[in-house]
Structures are given as structure tokens and as C-alpha cells.
DNA sequence: AACAACATGTAATAAGTTACATGATTGG
DNA sequence: CCAATCATGTAACTTATTACATGTTGTT
């Protein structure tokens, strides 16, 4: 089972929205989604390297103002391996708003889909959290430990509430866009 | 900088609940807290084995039903280390979740001070998302992705919003607890 | 002149995940 | 007797983090 490598599509998909330089990437992570992922130059850099080598990618060399800099530019190979990326099942958590984020590239109806798979996905979980629950009541009432877990569920019950109206909120959203009917890339 | 090693806290502080095995450990994990932390064998079997090592744990080998097992118990030295690990600040997002699962270990006090700090950083964490939000708006209305990288900065504003909420009913029930008065771990 | 911010990169380390390997016991 | 679950562990691999190294440009 091949893995997604996450800063490879952060990269892609940032290119995709425009192009620019390493470090441009971190100052726009950092500017606008450094609660959800964060990425280092460490990541970075190397992921360029390895994207403009499969031909993902383009560089070119800016020198006009400040120190020089290597401004990337996503190719059509690029593009349509993202596309093809933000078309697959997801395989983590939040891994559905890194492709909302690049959500311009994909027909309404899919997203439309994913998020309420997403959605799904919450409401299953607080359907295990009700397991945990039950499991932490059969624990005998002297575990001087029994309050604190149950404060701890009690904060998988809020996180998964609270994406559930999320859910609401951007399916309306979503449907908004759409009937603006701004172009979009489609497959 | 030392940084902390989450699979040695959560072996030690389950360990700190009730004398387990590395296979019971990881049952208990999924059952109570599988979605804010994980941890596979790969992970618990090395650790117990380091934690033996450095006298934090005692091992017991149980014979009585089904395979044996080995039955891992907390020593002394490994709870002042788990006490002393539970005073230290926090590092990491979802840290304070892990310490208060282990709650009975700590003052009341502290543990409140620490919830409310916890609360202090969600609360920044919204006015950073506007800043996000003022770095969207710059953008030109001509760019495609301008309203998907908006339903992601709300996202932000759920998670947040639902963890202020939970630490002002947290730090309710942390008061009742206090109030019903059951002794607790001290310093 | 000094300092902050711009800009790119590597090396070493730490952490986490997955696959593999082995064997015992219980329930149907 | 067969499958599921119990039970323990290692090796290989991938991913992420941290520290380091280097040099430029704009501001005070």
C-alpha cells in the first residue's frame, strides 16, 4: 500500500493556487493553515527537489528584487497528479480539508461527497465514544481515575459535535459557490 | 532541548491506573482514548522494555489463565517520574489531554491552572485565525481557491470555539470533583 | 554597523507505522 | 479442528523535527 506523502501534495497544491518560492510555501502554511499541518524547510526543500525531478514541477529563477529566488511553477504532469490525489479516498483525519483547500480543482458534487463522508466519519465516531463510555462505567467507582477519563471523553464529544455542524454550515456553503457559478476545474 | 516521549507517558501514566500487560495496554488504549493518541505494539513493546530497564516499571509474569502474560506494575520511581513529568508544562497541542487523563495524580489547583492555560491558547489561536482571515481577504477576488481556503479557516473556528466551551464545563466538573472531596495525589 | 528578515539547503536524530514472525488458547 | 483472539516481539521503512550552515538585502 502505497502512502500519500502529505508535504508533496501540500506543495503541489500550493503551486496549483500560484507560484512561488520554499519560502513563500512555509510564509503561506504559516499565514493561513499552521493549526492544521505545519511544515518545516527540512520538508520542503527536498520535496521541490524530488518534484521538479519527476517533472511536477517548474523552476524559475527570479532576481529582480531581494536575495534571488527560485519561484516554482506546478506543470500540467503536475496538475493532473494532484487532481488525480484530491479524487482518492482519503486515509487520515483531516486529510479532507487539506483537499478542500485545493477544493477549486474539484467538481462541486465530489466535494460535496467527501464532506459528508467526513461527516459520517463523525458521527461514527461519536458513536464509539458512547463504547468508551460504557467501558469507563464498568470500571469500579473507587479508580480515583474514573472523573478524569470521562472529562477526556467528554472532549471527543465536543470536538465531534462541533464538525458535525461544520459539516452543515460548509455543505451550504458549498452549495452557495456553486450557485455563483464560478467556473471550476472539473475532471 | 530534551523533548518528551509520549509512548513513555501513556505506558507509564496507564500503568499508573491499574498493573497491565503490553497487549492489555493497547486494549485500554483503543477502548478510552484511541482517537486523540495512538500507539501500536511497534511502539509499547520497546517502551516497556526501556521502562523496565530504568526500574520504572516491575514486571510479573501471570501463568493463571489463557497464554501467560507479562503483567507490568508502576514502582516508585516511576510515579515521581510520571508526577513529575504531569507539573512540567505542556508542549504539545492535545498534551493537556494526556495529563488530565491522568488527573488523580495532580492537585486540583494545578490541574485547573493548566485547563485554563489550555483555554488561553485557543483563545489566541482565534485571533490568529483572523489574521488568517485578514491574509484571505487580500487576496484578489479573482482567485478560484478565495472562498474554499475561507471554509478551512472556519473549520479553525469550530475546533476552537468547542474547546473554549469544553474547558469552561471542564473546569466545572474539575470544582465538583474537588467539592465531593476524594483524596488525590498531592506533590 | 548591526539586526531582522529574506532565502536555500543538508545532516542527524527522533518518532511513528507497517509488515513480518511466532506461538498459545478459547469458542464454535 | 479451525478460526478468532490472546500475547509478545523485531526489522524495515517512512515521516517529521531539529540543528546547523551559509549568504543576501533592507531598515534603523
Redesign the interface.
Known amino acids: 500500500m502505497p502512502k500519500v506523502s502529505y508535504p508533496r501534495y501540500i506543495v503541489l497544491g500550493l503551486l496549483g ?2 507560484p512561488m518560492s520554499g519560502y513563500d510555501i512555509k510564509k503561506w502554511v504559516d ?6 499541518w505545519d511544515i518545516g524547510y527540512g520538508q520542503i526543500y527536498p520535496t521541490l527537489r524530488v518534484l521538479e525531478e519527476e517533472g511536477l514541477v517548474r523552476i524559475n529563477i527570479v532576481e529582480d528584487s531581494g536575495p534571488k529566488k527560485k519561484v516554482y511553477a506546478i506543470t500540467e504532469e503536475g496538475l493532473s497528479t494532484l487532481v488525480s490525489w484530491l479524487h482518492q479516498p482519503e486515509e487520515k483525519e483531516l486529510e479532507i ?1 487539506l483537499k ?5 480543482k474539484l467538481p462541486g458534487e465530489i466535494l460535496k461527497e467527501k464532506i459528508l463522508a467526513f461527516g459520517k466519519t463523525q458521527k461514527d ?1 461519536l458513536d ?2 458512547e ?2 463510555d460504557d ?2 462505567s464498568s470500571l469500579p467507582e473507587s ?3 474514573k ?3 470521562r ?6 464529544r ?2 465531534y ?3 458535525l ?2 459539516v452543515t ?2 455543505i451550504r ?2 452549495e452557495e ?1 456553486e450557485a455563483s457559478g ?3 476545474g472539473g475532471k
Open positions: 493556487i500560484q499565514a493561513s493553515f499552521r493549526f492544521f480539508l478542500l483547500y485545493f477544493g477549486d465516531n464509539i465514544l463504547k468508551t467501558f469507563l479508580k480515583t481515575s472523573p478524569y477519563l472529562i477526556v471523553s467528554s472532549f471527543g465536543y470536538t459535535e462541533s464538525r455542524e461544520w454550515e460548509t456553503r458549498l459557490i464560478i467556473s471550476r
